[in-house]
């Protein structure tokens, strides 16, 4: 069974400590997506890369986020610092572009920065 | 640059009665247009896309929704809900070319909530 997977689902860190979220995207897809879910902005995207290569990260903090794909079954999302402010739902999505339209989404993983 | 907007942010209706949730876009290109569907704690589910063809596309649980280039439209509906239909719903748009391609912009999500 396929699916996106995202560790950990929870996390709890203090305020300035490094916070690092990974994805696993679906074997074969070449595009991957970190979205941010806060109740106040709702689901934002943050970055988004084509086989491995970003092309778009403009709405990522570039002051304390960092995406990298390291090879093709391995997302990172990274916060460092991280502030209160990062609370969030992280949600990493992969698709096959162009043969599917569809994004596949990972359970999240729910960060607490307190 | 694409944008969504979901008209409502909370549609409570009696289990049985018939929904819509209501859904516009904005783009300066040709899109692609989505609806997901998120149940608590747990991740987004695609119910049904728009790519191109009929402007009426189907769920295999009943939703329906119809795209309406004019109205730059695209809502959701369904002639009979269930309790288990209560879930947050998300209106998306991509763009149909280039490094939009698959690039998902989502709607602020509207809460149905079916009651007994």
């Known amino acids: 069974d396929a699916r996106v997977t995202q560790t950990p689902r929870h996390k709890v860190t203090e305020m300035g400590q490094e916070v690092t979220m990974r994805c696993q995207p679906i074997?074969?897809?070449?595009?991957v997506f970190w979205y941010r879910q806060t109740m106040m902005q709702g689901l934002e995207l943050l970055a988004y890369?084509?086989?491995?290569?970003?092309?778009?990260d403009s709405g990522m903090p570039k002051d304390r986020f960092s995406a990298e794909m390291p090879d093709a079954t391995l997302a990172t999302l990274k916060i460092q610092p991280s502030e209160p402010r990062d609370s969030a739902v992280y949600f990493c999505a992969s698709g096959l572009v162009p043969e599917n339209t569809e994004a596949f989404f990972g359970q999240g993983t729910r960060l607490t920065v307190v | 640059a694409q944008s969504v907007t979901q008209l409502d942010s909370q549609v409570p209706v009696f289990e049985e009665a018939p929904v819509e949730l209501r859904c516009n876009y904005s783009s300066s290109v040709s899109v692609y247009l989505f609806w997901y569907v998120q149940y608590p704690n747990q991740g987004l589910q695609l119910l049904l896309k728009y790519l191109s063809g009929s402007t009426l596309v189907k769920s295999i649980n009943g939703f329906e929704a119809e795209f309406n280039k004019s109205q730059t439209s695209f809502h959701l509906r369904k002639p009979s809900v269930h309790i288990s239909d209560t879930a947050e719903y998300f209106c998306a748009v991509s763009g149909a070319g280039g490094t939009s391609y698959g690039k998902l912009t989502f709607g602020q999500g509207t809460i149905l909530t079916v009651h007994p």
């Open positions: 890369f084509r086989n491995r290569a970003p092309l778009d």
């Open positions: 074997l074969g897809h070449n595009t």
